[in-house]
């Protein structure tokens, strides 16, 4: 598969991170890009016959997964943590299912929100990184 999402492959939490800073999507806007693949996989679980039985329930709540509420040692980067989370998710048991025309057109879908998604970080541009770094340890 040719297609590369910030959560695909072997992306880690600063990966992920690392997305959302060279997009310039502060916490907002991440959770609104977050909140886009939520929803794109829900609605896919659903119409799943397998994947509403077994992963249904894990959607009954949001933010989806078990480290969904902990922002661990990323303190205020829940979003970087809970996308790869659902990423994985998407990736190993939604992705493999779908065709070349499913995967063209979430493609394309994809590109054109985030295309939106980064018109409205212009216009609201997210605070500076601190000098020292959000990743550093001191």
Aim: charged share 25%; proline share 7%.
């Amino acid at each position: 598969m040719g297609i590369h999402y910030p959560f695909s492959g072997k992306a880690d939490r600063i990966t992920v991170f690392g997305f959302y800073e060279r997009m310039g999507l502060g916490p907002p806007l991440q959770e609104k890009y977050y909140r886009w693949w939520y929803d794109w996989a829900k609605a896919f679980v659903r119409q799943d016959p397998d994947l509403r039985l077994s992963k249904g329930p894990e959607f009954s709540r949001y933010p989806y997964g078990q480290h969904a509420r902990r922002d661990f040692h990323l303190h205020d980067h829940q979003w970087s943590t809970t996308l790869l989370e659902l990423g994985q998710f998407i990736d190993n048991a939604i992705l493999p299912r779908l065709d070349g025309t499913a995967l063209k057109a979430l493609e394309a879908r994809h590109a054109q929100f985030l295309e939106a998604l980064t018109q409205e970080a212009r216009a609201r541009p997210r605070e500076a990184a601190p000098e020292i770094g959000y990743f550093r340890h001191t």
